[in-house]
């Protein structure tokens, strides 16, 4: 009885809805569209990949890394139909359908880089730079969600992006120099 109850649950992460329309591909996969920084994609994929393993194996997009693989650590940070998400803890499948970005995905079309890349060059938001694409794809979000008003505010909404280094001063004067821009742009 307890088994057939796992198998009914759910496996997405709160927030993100089950695949809609993905397909059966035969041999136990399943065919995926994904939209992926803009160009659309239709992948085979086993039903258990992970967006991350996916991104990173599958199409060659290693900028997300592999930190902690349960979903603690933010490395793994990429957009999902514009929402931040672990792509660590989201399976593949889930974004049948969606738009994915990654931090390859969000320099400018003239291959200027997005004003939150840039303000983590200019303060030194990094240091060995693991964590930088999560970092900053996590901080473009809680921009785009009105997150950035204060330091207290940038630091709690950050706070599932750890660095080792320990570069959170640089990253909350980057976040505060590009929110501005970015609300400009």
Same mark, same amino acid.
């Given at each position: 009885?307890?088994?057939?109850?796992?198998?009914?649950?759910?496996?997405?992460?709160?927030?993100?809805?089950?695949?809609?329309?993905?397909?059966?591909?035969?041999?136990?996969?399943?065919?995926?569209?994904?939209?992926?920084?803009?160009?659309?994609? @239709?992948?085979?994929?086993?039903?258990?990949?992970?967006?991350?393993d996916?991104?990173?194996?599958?199409?060659?997009l290693?900028?997300?890394?592999?930190? #902690?693989?349960?979903?603690? #650590?933010?490395? #793994?940070?990429?957009?999902?139909?514009?929402?931040?998400?672990a792509?660590?803890?989201?399976?593949?499948?889930?974004?049948?359908?969606?738009?994915?970005?990654?931090?390859?995905?969000?320099?400018?079309?003239?291959?200027?880089?997005?004003?939150?890349?840039?303000?983590?060059?200019?303060?030194?938001?990094? @240091? #060995?730079?693991?964590?930088?694409?999560? @970092?900053?794809?996590?901080?473009?979000?809680?921009?785009?969600?009105?997150?950035?008003?204060?330091?207290e505010?940038?630091?709690?909404?950050?706070?599932?992006?750890?660095?080792?280094?320990?570069?959170?001063?640089?990253?909350?004067?980057?976040? @505060?120099?590009?929110?501005?821009?970015?609300?400009?742009?």
């Amino acid at each position: 009885m307890i088994g057939a109850a796992l198998a009914a649950a759910p496996l997405a992460p709160p927030g993100i809805a089950a695949p809609a329309r993905a397909q059966d591909a035969g041999d136990g996969r399943l065919r995926v569209n994904l939209t992926v920084n803009g160009e659309a994609r @239709q992948l085979s994929l086993d039903p258990r990949a992970s967006l991350l393993d996916t991104l990173r194996e599958g199409l060659a997009l290693t900028g997300a890394k592999k930190g #902690c693989d349960h979903g603690q #650590c933010g490395a #793994c940070t990429v957009h999902l139909d514009g929402r931040r998400v672990a792509s660590c803890l989201t399976l593949a499948v889930q974004a049948d359908g969606r738009a994915v970005t990654t931090i390859e995905g969000v320099a400018r079309e003239d291959d200027e880089l997005h004003p939150m890349q840039q303000a983590f060059i200019d303060h030194d938001a990094l @240091q #060995c730079g693991y964590c930088t694409p999560g @970092q900053i794809m996590a901080a473009i979000a809680l921009v785009r969600e009105g997150r950035a008003g204060s330091a207290e505010e940038i630091r709690e909404y950050m706070s599932g992006n750890l660095c080792r280094c320990g570069a959170y001063a640089g990253i909350l004067a980057a976040i @505060q120099d590009a929110a501005p821009k970015m609300r400009g742009a």
